[in-house]
């Protein structure tokens, strides 16, 4: 549940990011060509996936733990997203490395 409220936070990220008008954006993948062209529906489903990922963090560890809980994954995604995003590699893969790695150990543990 939690891996699952990070990658929805991710998509919620990645969506909204590429939706702004202010960065320099590539069009490396289908879905961020569609993304870029169809900026309202985009921009509804990013909240979407923000609103899913908060609920789930929230039945997950409750209304104020989930909420933190949230938030800072938020800030962090936000954060790796600003960093690797204008070097135009890398943050796919190290997204899908980190959820993998996550999902694994909440497997196990």
């Known amino acids: ?32 060509k569609w993304i870029q062209t ?20 929230i039945i997950s560890f409750g209304k104020m733990s989930g909420t933190l809980f949230w938030l800072n994954s938020l800030m962090l995604l936000l954060g790796l997203m600003v960093i690797f995003s204008p070097l135009k590699r890398g943050l796919y893969k190290l997204v899908s490395i980190i959820l993998l790695t996550l999902f694994t150990i909440e497997l196990f543990f």
């Open 1 to 32: 549940m939690i891996t699952s409220s990070l990658l929805f936070t991710f998509l919620g990220s990645f969506f909204l990011y590429n939706t702004s008008k202010k960065v320099v954006l590539s069009q490396n993948l289908i879905i961020e």
């Open 38 to 57: 169809n900026t309202l529906v985009t921009k509804a489903i990013g909240v979407i996936f923000y609103i899913t990922a908060l609920v789930m963090a």
